[in-house]
């Protein structure tokens, strides 16, 4: 590491532009690919979200129909519909 100072240290003006660029360049895409990991990220845990919650409202149908509520009335209460509920 301590070479690597030394080396940039004797970069003539043209060398040390063109190193400046690449660097800058460098951390333009390390920033962007690590924004994209954070969205991709925020985005799968959404997705894990609506699925828990799908998930739990069949679950509360699958016990409202087993304690022997309606078809019409679990369907109101979870927002499911009479054809998945009936499927269950």
């Not at 040390?16 to 962007?32: F, Q, T």
């Not at 409202?57 to 019409?72: F, H, N, P, Q, R």
């Amino acid at each position: 590491m301590e070479e690597r100072k030394h080396q940039i240290a004797r970069f003539t003006p043209d060398e040390a532009r063109i190193y400046e660029e690449s660097l800058k360049h460098y951390r333009d895409m390390n920033n962007v690919i690590n924004s994209a990991k954070r969205e991709g990220k925020e985005e799968g845990r959404e997705e894990g979200r609506e699925e828990g919650r799908k998930v739990a409202k069949y679950e509360d149908a699958i016990k409202m129909k087993e304690l022997g509520s309606t078809v019409d009335f679990i369907a109101k209460v979870t927002g499911l519909s009479v054809e998945e509920i009936e499927k269950l």
